[in-house]
């Protein structure tokens, strides 16, 4: 046969995606490398013993735990997590409740629902990779916020926004906490304009020095009594909690949020496993996550502390940094504004060290002078290692 | 507080979706009620046992199967989907494959990657329900082809579309083969004509009167000698052959439409469960889907009789069919032109059984004229009783 004819192009966005986490997870394999660039839980946390015994105890409810399940979730677990976020000021019930393919797929959704091509989304920047990854096929304007910033006002961040979006606690990529007053400012702005607030929390259970500060999700309910109808979207998930491989997280909202998100699972992948819900709902009947959660605080107290350690030790002359108080990340920024990280990421690699280069988590894809760096995933000695590894790779630049 | 102000616009897709799956799913709450409606396979075939098993072998090897999992899938899954769907004729590996949170997503992804708004599909018609609910959000064009017709010409059904989307093994909601001749001259007109061609196979191995043909990703494979690069893109999934619950899919395809694919599933959910797609992976190494197979068939088979049969008795004056010899649906359709189906599917509910309207499968939303019956769920007494219900209703409008 002849040369085949030219394949229809691809959608438009593709073209724009980037590869830097197949790059991650391609260098997960090269031996030897040192990977701080994922953001990957320390897999000695995860709970195989326990999940095995609720593994098999659920599949053995296979007429429910094999069947196709509900688009919206099992109620039981809709219910067992309107429980869990339900506070003395805010209510929330079944109908609050979404449950979804981990927390990724509670962002695809709010971006199916909610953006039409060249709509604005008010993005906390630098923003969470995966939150641009999820939206860039629905072809947003992107519009930088900085609710970390002094003079931050937050009706003018979210005044004609679709939505706007924050990671409160310890913001992917910067590992930053969102306070108490600007909590309050985001959930008193989202009421007065309407606009839609993405209130993303992945991190939420990982704080190592402090007690919990109150959710937005919270403070929004707390200003009207009743059954949840505001405009914060919540999304949670247990990948840092139990173990990502459940794939099970939720988004509670609204309930005309709910249904509107339901319509887009559908068309999505139908429902989650019920399965996995199923494990997810027995971990949370038996305490499962508060009995993991003191040794994982611990470790990852430890490795935090092991990072800066070896940071302070090796890089302060070329970076300047908050040691973080809670999450998975570290954010360093180059003293000297020409510092490229998109080079320092190459030079990593080669001298066996994997990070985040700035650039990816910039909506604009502009910044080339800061880095991140994971905490979570590696021991004392190799942090220490791949700081040492990192610098001699900056300093030869 | 004031009023709330009002939220930003939903986008627009929603407005044009159907509330018709979360009817049946609400219907299957109703007492009494007999659902011939959905498409579920009989839940006293799901191996509960061998999948507790299973699930808690997969759930001790923590480190894998409750971490993050690749965004293409486990590669031993990816291997051993590439050697089952391989031929003599055609050589698949593991860059042909990736795995997919059922069906459903193999649909949803194609949609992300290959849609802009406006650009055509042409679409087999009537047409799954969830390929348009999948691909509805990315406002396709709906060019509906008709591959079972006399007639058929398929270089121009498929001449200038993003993709062709074909179901040639019992066709949702129809139940119809597309035979050899025609798959041939499909998957010719797709080499002819660039075009992509989705050839969805959910009830692939549910032929109950003869040996299954062949799909139509062999006979595009054998166009060309070597490992697959055509424009076929086939979707499978457990949910028929192992159980819906585990929510494994997958597709084949060239490599640079499996990176595509990979690149919309990595801002759709990141990865599938790798405990799911463990105990798929043990389930085809053990031989499962086979063990089950021959029990399945068997009640399946007797089951299409009995509503074959149920049907004969009482509806052959009001409606025509075809009896189907494999998948899970029956088509029939009024011999009165202005019989009115959209009622039907009412008047069936008060009286006590849910069938599908047409309409929900006409891209063009116009079909008033026919339904779907599903025969797997229900045992042969009920499909009896089911139809006698739906007989009265229908004489009485």
Redesign the interface.
Known sequence: ?NA?????A???W?SE?NDI??RF?AAGGVPGLINLAGG??A??T????A???L?????????E???????HGLPALRDAVAARFSTPEMALGRENVLIT??G??GL?LVG??????G?AVACQSPAYL?AL??????RPAWRPIFPERNGFDAEAALSG???GYVVPNFSNPMGRLVGLERRLELAEAA??????LVEDDPYGALYYDSEPLPRILSLSGA??PGRY???VVYLGTF?KEI?????IGWAIAAPEMIE?L???K???????????QKIALRALETGLPEAIRPGLLSLYAKRRDALAAAMAAHLAGLFDWEVPVGGMFLWATAKDPAFDTDRLFEAGLEAGVCVTPGRVFDPLGEDRRSIRLNFTLNDEAKLEEGVRRLTKAARAM
């Open positions: 046969m085949q004819p030219p394949r229809p691809f959608a438009g593709l995606t986490t197949a997870l990957l839980p897999p000695e995860y709970p195989g013993e999940v095995a015994a593994a098999a105890e659920a599949a053995r409810e296979s007429a735990t094999l069947a196709y399940g509900p688009i393919t981990a990724m797929q695809s199916q629902v909610l953006i039409e091509p709509q995966g990854d999820a939206w860039r096929p629905r926004a679709q939505f009421e007065a304009t309407g606009t839609w200003l009207r109808r505001g405009p990948s173990a990502p491989g459940l794939r509107a339901a319509a887009a559908q068309g999505a992948d139908m429902c989650t496993s019920p399965l996995t």
